[in-house]
């Protein structure tokens, strides 16, 4: 059988082929923001949020690692200046670490390098999600994963989960989304390349309201917090 003349995008088949469970699947999470509304890096905050006197069991990022661990071959978190605080957190939980150069140029440039970094991994697929949203449920992750798989199966590129009308993170994404992020001017936005492609995109419902939440002020936080205790 002669080899298709346009190349530029891998077919659906060709990694979904070898597809189990997690194979071929990389967690990338973004964590080079200098978090200034929040006055302390997000990436580093307890979670689960803890009382006065307690001490954290994790953080954001260690959550975020977690979480993605359990679908995911590996996970790749993108860091910027704040490099040497992650480290340690990335490493001891058996994650990878890139460095942003120029985070200034926001977090295009490191959805951007995150993504370089899965391929050149050999990966073909993507479960992105951003270090300052608390990390989604087990249950959550699973039915992105196996949506992602149907999805492909039907020449769809990506997943995002939908609650409540609301589309959040983690964003999965298979190797044509992956080359339009890539492909993008570096003044691009997700938001833009997701609008562009949305026919491509399956939006899956989930009872999930960490899929949406986002944190970027203490009040922020403590708000999630006791919404995360509220849905424990």
Same mark, same amino acid.
């Given at each position: 059988m002669e080899k298709p003349a346009d190349t530029d995008f891998c077919t659906p088949f060709c990694y979904v082929r070898d597809m189990s469970g997690a194979? =071929? @699947?990389?967690? *990338?999470?973004?964590?080079?923001?200098?978090?200034t509304r929040m006055g302390s890096d997000k990436a580093l905050l307890p979670?689960?949020?803890?009382?006065?006197?307690?001490?954290p069991s994790g953080t954001f990022l260690?959550?975020?690692i977690q979480s993605l661990t359990l679908q995911t071959e590996l996970v790749i978190v993108v860091a910027g200046k704040n490099a040497p605080m992650l480290a340690p957190v990335v490493y001891s939980a058996g994650?990878?670490?890139?460095?942003?150069?120029?985070?200034?140029?926001?977090?295009?440039?490191?959805?951007q390098? =995150? @993504?370089?970094? *899965?391929?050149?991994?050999?990966?073909?697929?993507?479960?992105?999600?951003?270090?300052?949203r608390p990390p989604a449920s087990a249950r959550t992750i699973q039915k992105l994963n196996e949506a992602f798989v149907d999805a492909l199966h039907r020449y769809q590129w990506a997943v995002i989960p939908e609650f409540q009308g609301r589309h959040g993170h983690p964003l999965v994404a298979g190797r044509e989304m992956i080359e339009a992020f890539l492909k993008a001017p570096?003044?691009?936005?997700?938001?833009?390349i997701r609008d562009r492609y949305a026919?491509?995109?399956?939006?899956?419902?989930?009872?999930?309201?960490?899929?949406?939440?986002?944190?970027?002020?203490?009040?922020?936080?403590?708000?999630i917090g006791n919404s995360s205790t509220q849905h424990a």
């Amino acid at each position: 059988m002669e080899k298709p003349a346009d190349t530029d995008f891998c077919t659906p088949f060709c990694y979904v082929r070898d597809m189990s469970g997690a194979a =071929g @699947l990389c967690g *990338v999470i973004l964590a080079a923001g200098e978090s200034t509304r929040m006055g302390s890096d997000k990436a580093l905050l307890p979670w689960p949020p803890i009382s006065a006197g307690q001490i954290p069991s994790g953080t954001f990022l260690s959550a975020a690692i977690q979480s993605l661990t359990l679908q995911t071959e590996l996970v790749i978190v993108v860091a910027g200046k704040n490099a040497p605080m992650l480290a340690p957190v990335v490493y001891s939980a058996g994650a990878s670490m890139v460095v942003n150069p120029a985070p200034e140029l926001g977090q295009f440039s490191s959805l951007q390098l =995150g @993504l370089r970094e *899965v391929l050149n991994r050999g990966r073909d697929a993507a479960m992105v999600t951003l270090v300052d949203r608390p990390p989604a449920s087990a249950r959550t992750i699973q039915k992105l994963n196996e949506a992602f798989v149907d999805a492909l199966h039907r020449y769809q590129w990506a997943v995002i989960p939908e609650f409540q009308g609301r589309h959040g993170h983690p964003l999965v994404a298979g190797r044509e989304m992956i080359e339009a992020f890539l492909k993008a001017p570096p003044e691009s936005n997700a938001r833009e390349i997701r609008d562009r492609y949305a026919e491509k995109i399956v939006y899956v419902e989930v009872d999930d309201p960490m899929t949406i939440a986002n944190v970027n002020t203490p009040a922020d936080y403590t708000s999630i917090g006791n919404s995360s205790t509220q849905h424990a």
